[in-house]
Structure formats: C-alpha cells, structure tokens
C-alpha cells in the first residue's frame, strides 16, 4: 500500500465524483485543499504516476452509450498467461481477472455498439479456441464504484434512472475520451475541446447534460483499489429464483462494503447465477465479513452462492466508446 499524506487523502476523498465543471477544475479543487493549481495537478500526476491513480475523468454507465458485457472463460492449466494475452489485446477489453474459479479468465468488453461487442467476442472465440460465456448485463442497483481512504465504505446506489435518449451521436466521441481521461493541465477541457473541434463551452455544456441524464455515472478522479488498500476483491454470484432477485438486488446495494450490484443473463445449464455483486476490502477475511452479514440479509437468506475471489489483474483501462477513437 502507498503511504499518502493528509492532503493527498482529502484529494483521493473528496474528488472521486462530483469534480468541477469549471474551466480551471485544478484551481478550483486547489481552493478547497489550500493548494495552488499546480501543486494540485502535481499531486495528481505523481499519484497516478504511482498507481493510485488510473485517470481523472468519466465512468459511463453501462449500455447506455454502447454496448458491453461481463464475460469469461475456462483456461486450462497451462494457459493461463498465453489467453489473458490474447484477450487483452483485444481494444474493447477494458478489465481482465483471474479468479478462483473453473471458470477462471472474466474480463467486460466494450464497443461502440451490439455489432461491434459480437464481432469482438468472435475475435476472442476464435484465437482462444474456448468457449465464452457472455453474461449480459439485465438490470444495475449499484454501479457508483469508488474507494475511500478514510471513514466507511458506502454503497452509494443509483441516483436516477438514465435517459439514453439524451444522446447525441457526436456525444460517443467525448465519452470515449472522458472514460480515457483529461489531460493532466490547467485547462483539461480546453484541451479535450481542441482534439474533438469543438469549443470548450459546448464539450462543459454536454457533459453537464449528460451528467444529468445518468449517463455519465461519475465524474472525478479514478483510483486504482489495490494500492489504496483495498487489496481483497471479491466477485459473489447468486443464484435466486426470479421473484426474489429484485428485492435482493436492492438490499444488497444499500449494504455497507458492496462496491457494485447488478443482475445478468444465466446460461442454463452452464451458469445459474443472475444477481452479482463485488466487495473489496482491507483483506481476505474482512471481505468474508461483509459477504458473511450480507448472506443473513432477508432478502438473501439461504440463497445459493458462489465466491470468486480476483487472483491476478491483467488488464484494467477505461471503456472504448468510439470505434473512431
């Protein structure tokens, strides 16, 4: 874990969402911490320097502005290194895990739409020579990922429902860009305004709108949970019969320590399990902590469950939204 002073914790804190719309964001966050706008940018880039942290700008909410899909496959002993290879030279893989499990490779792909998420999968079908599960995504209840340094970890829910009919088609583009991340200066959006030709108004003006709408999920600086201290990751999958789902799906969102909560396509015969959620913690046995209050839930008690713990990361990146980009 990476040491951080006082001022470095507010940063990460503070500014995991909500981070200025302004045309100076740096000076801005500097006039909260006490700090001028380079040391702000300073910081930033030594963190991100460091591994802490991964971007600063967007997470777009899932199937809203393209296509994705969690998915994974049964690697045999042997090949582990060799497919997670293959898989993550494929652009659209933005995450990639190895996970205690038969099926042991899970990564999510993007792409700018079904098309190009199917033709993706092909691709990985094909080099691999392994079948793929491809475990759409059916309904989120929490997707507001972030990581503290201090006080409790919050599940933070869903705020609204999104409204993708907001999107325009010149919209793609810039999220793509956002899920990359700003350019570390102290006119980000100026600079992001000039590589897509537009002016840094209207680049402030549409993300604001698609803030509002739900599609950009979050917006701040984008950490990387490992050398934050949260070195325990956890992947639980239930299998529940159709009428509890829902109600499962919300009580898990609302638990402290659940990081994401969503519910996806089984496979039948193959893969039973439709509600997942993720917990990270400090360590193996905290994160056990928070599965074992969650399984005595109501709404969850004596549900059938797997855990998949994360063994190795392969691959972790924004999403790609433009096929252009």
């Known amino acids: 874990m990476i040491g951080f002073d006082p001022i470095d914790t507010r940063l990460l804190d503070e500014?995991?969402?909500?981070?200025?719309?302004d045309t100076r964001p740096f000076a801005r966050i500097g006039v909260d911490?006490?700090?001028?706008?380079?040391?702000v940018i300073d910081r930033l880039a030594c963190l991100a320097a460091a591994g802490a942290v991964a971007r600063v700008g967007a997470t777009v909410r899932p199937n809203t502005a393209g296509a994705s899909t969690l998915a994974a496959l049964a690697v045999p002993d042997g090949r582990i290194d060799e497919v997670a290879a293959l898989v993550g030279a494929e652009s659209g893989v933005n995450h990639s895990y190895q996970r205690?499990?038969?099926?042991?490779?899970?990564?999510v792909a993007t792409a700018?739409?079904?098309?190009a998420l199917a033709q993706s999968l092909a691709r990985i079908r094909k080099a691999t020579g392994l079948r793929l599960l491809d475990l759409r995504l059916e309904r989120a209840f929490n997707i507001d990922l972030g990581f503290r340094l201090s006080g409790q970890q919050v599940a933070m829910g869903l705020p609204h429902t999104a409204r993708p009919e907001v999107l325009l088609p010149d919209d793609r583009p810039l999220l793509h860009a956002l899920s990359q991340g700003l350019d570390l200066v102290p006119s980000p959006y100026a600079a992001l305004a000039l590589r897509l030709g537009?002016?840094?108004a209207q680049v402030l003006n549409r993300i604001g709108r698609l803030i509002s709408a739900g599609i950009?999920?979050?917006m701040g600086v984008i950490v990387r949970h490992r050398p934050l201290g949260w070195t325990a990751n956890a992947m639980v999958v239930w299998d529940l019969p159709e009428a509890r789902i829902d109600a499962a799906g919300h009580a898990l969102a609302g638990h402290a320590g659940v990081t994401l909560c969503y519910r996806r396509r089984r496979v039948p015969g193959v893969w039973p399990y439709a509600l997942y959620c993720m917990i990270h913690g400090r360590s193996r046995s905290a994160t056990l902590e928070v599965l074992e209050a969650a399984r005595h839930l109501p709404a969850l008690q004596g549900a059938a469950h797997r855990v998949l713990f994360s063994t190795r990361c392969f691959k972790q990146s924004g999403a790609r939204l433009s096929e252009a980009a």
């Open 15 to 21: 500014f995991q969402r909500g981070f200025p719309l």
């Open 33 to 39: 911490l006490g700090l001028n706008e380079t040391d």
């Open 100 to 107: 205690e499990a038969d099926w042991n490779l899970w990564f």
């Open 112 to 115: 700018g739409d079904e098309r």
């Open 198 to 200: 537009r002016s840094e």
């Open 216 to 218: 950009i999920s979050r």
